[in-house]
């Protein structure tokens, strides 16, 4: 089951990535995580992105990492709003990353990296503002397909 494939120590430091970047912007970051798909990762992860609600932030800036951990695929999408500003090309380089970390069994690290860069994007093109508001949970969702 994919709930088990991080330990708590692990899912803490993800979540604790997830808020520390979300600090300084109004985007949304969220991680999926589920054992099997049997449809391609990014037709997968929109159907989470769109199942999460993700779809409803005010300035269409959400993105998800999307895991299927048994099936060894993944995915990173953004809103439309942070899409346009940052390209494929970002989405293609977060996810060499993650992979480059996954070869090495550092999946907490892979994820808590890449997190942080996809903050660091987010907080250029949608900072911080006072009346900002956390849109979604920052918890890792779990489940779907085949768990």
């Known amino acids: ?3 088990e494939y991080f330990s708590e120590k692990e899912q ?13 912007t109004s985007g ?5 995580v589920e054992a099997n798909t049997p449809l391609e990762p990014i037709d997968r992860a929109k159907t989470v992105f769109y199942e999460l609600g993700m779809q409803h932030t005010a300035q269409k800036n959400a ?5 299927a951990t048994a099936d060894q695929k993944l995915a990173i999408i953004g809103d439309e709003g942070i ?6 090309d970002f989405w293609q380089a977060e996810k060499e990353l993650l992979v480059s970390h996954f070869k090495k069994n550092e999946y907490a690290l892979g994820l808590s ?18 009346a900002d ?5 920052d918890s890792i969702s779990f ?5």
């Open 113 to 130: 990296l890449a997190i942080e860069q996809v903050g660091d994007k987010l907080k250029m093109h949608f900072p911080y503002q006072k």
């Open 143 to 147: 489940g779907g397909q085949n768990d």
């Open 28 to 32: 949304e970051i969220r991680v999926h």
């Open 1 to 3: 089951m994919a709930k």
């Open 63 to 67: 993105v998800l990492i999307y895991l």
């Open 83 to 88: 899409h346009e500003k940052v390209g494929d």
């Open 12 to 24: 803490a430091q993800i979540i604790a990535a997830i808020q520390a970047a979300e600090k300084e």
């Open 133 to 137: 508001v956390n849109e979604l949970s």
